[in-house]
């Protein structure tokens, strides 16, 4: 078996995101980390990769979700505008990216924003399972 060494990630290097298409979807007020894009081990790129590339198409979404054996039901798509508090997330399709919460943080980090300064959700999503919202 081959493992992915770092040497042969490094050749991705200039091209991390697989569909550039899946940024449009993204609010242009989330900062995406430099590493989204420069990085070959960047968890951001990896689920904009999988997830974004689902994030338009709720049954692919749904089946990948039920992989991990996650129940899903259903998935919700994401009014655009959509508040939360007095944040306003401007994303489209099935996913929020860098999704940071409530104004005031859980974990009390001041400051910051989507993708900056303050520790945010790759991709969130609303569903159904076992009947509830979640």
């Not at 081959?2 to 040497?7: P, R």
Request: net charge negative; aromatic share 10%; proline share 6%.
């Amino acid at each position: 078996m081959n493992k992915l060494s770092m040497e042969f990630q490094k050749q991705f290097a200039d091209h991390l995101i697989f569909d550039p298409s899946v940024l449009e979807s993204i609010d242009p007020a989330a900062k995406l980390h430099d590493e989204t894009v420069r990085h070959p081990l960047s968890s951001s790129a990896a689920c904009l990769n999988v997830i974004g590339s689902l994030a338009n198409n709720p049954g692919g979404l749904i089946r990948f979700l039920r992989s991990f054996g996650l129940e899903i039901e259903d998935l919700y798509e994401f009014p655009c505008p959509i508040a939360f508090e007095d944040r306003i997330y401007h994303d489209k399709g099935y996913a929020i990216f860098e999704w940071v919460g409530p104004r005031r943080s859980p974990i009390n980090e001041r400051g910051g924003g989507r993708g900056y300064g303050r520790t945010s959700v790759d991709a969130f999503l609303v569903g159904k399972v076992s009947g509830k919202t979640a």
